[in-house]
């Protein structure tokens, strides 16, 4: 079946301006987490979403970034006025309710701020 | 502070042979632990997860877990140039939380 799909693939923004990256996750996965990854460096959690609970946005590291999910499904991840510590590959990853930990990753988006 | 400790690597090792990977995780309350690779440009993909104390093989690859000492090892046997990646090693949430927790992984390079 079809897996977690992310998009765009690459984006390049400047400076101060807003982006917004999709994510689709597998379907009948209820949980889906954002992640991001610098060069070199480890998975850095940034939120996750579970059926229609609250999500828990512990990991976004400033008010400049918020996510939402639509109908259980879709969700976008939102940067505003971005800054060049915000390049990064974004990642998504989803799974089912009863196994959160089992993820499945999409591609990811590469970020690039100028 | 949850950590999960990896050493970077790189790890060599020639084709054929075992690598060996090691994880240690700072959490004692944490119960379950999973093997992730990620090959260059790629994201990561779970290989392996464990639950319990010992060992649980799938093909070629061995989890070792030992809660008492608190670390997780992968055993890749048979090592072969398509399993030169990165391999991250994630703990799980305690207390309720969902999130794991992963190491920054260990580079494998296996040479022909």
């Known amino acids: 079946g079809a897996g977690v799909s992310q998009s765009p693939s690459n984006k390049v923004t400047e400076k101060g301006k807003d982006v917004e990256l999709r994510c689709d996750p597998i379907?009948?996965?209820?949980?889906l987490y954002w992640y991001r990854q610098s060069l070199g460096q480890g998975l850095e959690f940034l939120i996750y979403?579970?059926?229609?609970?609250?999500?828990?946005k512990s990991g976004l590291p400033s008010d400049r970034f918020s996510a939402e999910r639509t109908g259980g499904s879709v969700s976008t991840l939102t940067i505003q006025r971005t800054q060049q510590e915000d390049s990064a590959v974004y990642l998504c990853a989803s799974s089912l309710a009863l196994a959160p930990y089992e993820q499945y990753f999409g591609p990811g988006t590469r970020l690039t701020v100028t | 502070q949850k950590e999960v400790e990896q050493n970077s690597g790189p790890l060599s090792v020639p084709e054929g042979a075992i690598a060996s990977l090691n994880c240690t995780y700072s959490?004692?309350?944490?119960?379950?632990f999973f093997w992730y690779r990620q090959y260059s440009g790629k994201s990561p993909e779970l290989i392996m997860f464990i639950y319990s104390n010992g060992d649980k093989e799938d093909g070629r690859f061995t989890a070792q877990l030992n809660k008492a000492s608190q670390y997780v090892s992968l055993l890749i046997r048979d090592s072969q140039p398509s399993d030169s990646a990165t391999y991250l090693c994630a703990v799980n949430g305690t207390g309720g939380s969902y999130i794991p927790t992963f190491g920054r992984g260990t580079s494998l390079i296996v040479h022909p």
């Open positions: 379907s009948g996965h209820t949980a």
């Open positions: 959490d004692r309350g944490s119960q379950s």
């Open positions: 979403f579970q059926g229609n609970s609250a999500p828990d």
